[in-house]
Structures are given as structure tokens and as C-alpha cells.
């Protein structure tokens, strides 16, 4: 529990040893989907799904009835799973206070999840997300998903391609990266195509500059180049 990065709650998720509440914010999209997908499938997949995972926009369901629905008992599983996405904390200090006072005593078969998609939470400069944050670390865990460096995701790229049956070097990797930009999402978009057009083969900088999305900043590079 407290404040976790990327390895550290992928382990936690591998282990099966999770936190009562996580507090899932930053500003790598495709990681807090992927994440939040993956608590969803280990706590929550099954015949029993509909009842006991509850799913909510944040934006548009009031913090009691969240906090209502966790405070159920799951049926036929270990846990009652609660997600919900973008709850706007930072507009009201009521709520501030409401989900600090339920985060002391949070059910022990229930899963609490507050992640932000479209929201952006500044905990340095808003005391209020500030708050919200100490508390969900305190009580359970906070985690941070920012995006990943240019090396991780050259490595992303070649793991990717393998997978695939097709070869690309580190340096191509990181072509790749400066060429497409490094949106996860789109990166690993990209190398599913590349890796079906190679068929088997290696990906080199000449099959990229002939199949892959190019980003603004190349464009724009191409642009001042001609």
C-alpha cells in the first residue's frame, strides 16, 4: 500500500495481494485503462460479474450512491469490486470529507477504485485532490502512471514484434518511436501492422517510413526539411 508506481502495482496485481482502494491518476491514458482493465478481470470476471462489479461515470453519479454500492457483500466471490471514473473531487468539500470518513473503514471484501481518464488531477497545486490522494495512500494505494521513456518503449516494440514473429532492432525501435510519436496505444498499434506486413521477417527504417502514422512533430520536421 501507499504510493506505488508502474512495477510496483504490476507485481501487486500479479501477487493477488491487493489494496482495500486505489487511486488511479497521471497523464498515460492506455496504462490506466490497461490497469483498471486488469483489476476488472482478476477481482471481478466470471458468472458473477454483474453483480459484483460496479461501474460508474463520475461525472454524472453522486458520491453516496458510489459509496453505497460498496458497502455490498459479493456473491459467490472473494470481492465486490467498485470503479469509477473521473469523480470530480476537486469541485466540492463535502465529498473531500465524505470519502475521507468512509477510507478509514473500508469494507474488507469490497475493492474501491477512483481512476481518471479524462480528468486532469493536480495534486501539487489543488489542496483538494491533494487531500484525496493522502488519503486513498493512506488507506489503500495511489498510483501514478506517467508515460514511459523512449527506452521502455523501444523495448515494448521489439517484445511486441517477437510476439508477432517479426524482428526490429532497438534503433529502428526508437525510428519508430520519433516517427509515430510515443503514444502507447498507437505504438503498439503500429507494431501489429508492421509485424503483419514483415510477415516473418525484419522491420526495417525503410518499411517504416512507408507504413507507419506519422506524428506532428515529424510532420512538422518533414514540413521545415522540404
Known sequence: MGRLNESEFKVQIKSGEYSPAYF???SEGY????????????LAAGPF????LHKYDGKKTPLGDILKD????????????????????????ADCKAIKEYLKDVSPSTILVF??????????KNSKWKGVEAAFSKAGSSVLLEPRTEGELAKLIVSGCKKRGAAISSENARYLI????SDIKTLLNETEKLSAYANGGE???QL????????LQAKVFDLSKA
Do not use: H
Not at 460479474?49 to 459484483?52: A, S, V, Y
Not at 481518471?116 to 501539487?124: G, M, P, R
Not at 520519433?178 to 510519436?181: A, D, I, K, L, R
Open 24 to 26: 488511479i491518476y497521471g
Open 31 to 42: 496504462l490506466k485503462q490497461f490497469y483498471v482493465d486488469q483489476l476488472i478481470k482478476k
Open 49 to 52: 460479474e454483474d453483480f459484483n
Open 70 to 93: 460498496a458497502d455490498l457483500l459479493p456473491l459467490m466471490s472473494e470481492y465486490n469490486l467498485v470503479v469509477a471514473c473521473d469523480y470530480p473531487f476537486d469541485k466540492s468539500e
Open 115 to 124: 481512476w481518471y481518464n479524462s480528468v486532469d488531477v493536480d495534486i501539487k
Open 178 to 181: 520519433s516517427v509515430s510519436g
Open 203 to 205: 522491420i526495417t527504417k
Open 208 to 215: 517504416i517510413d512507408k507504413l507507419a502514422v506519422r506524428c
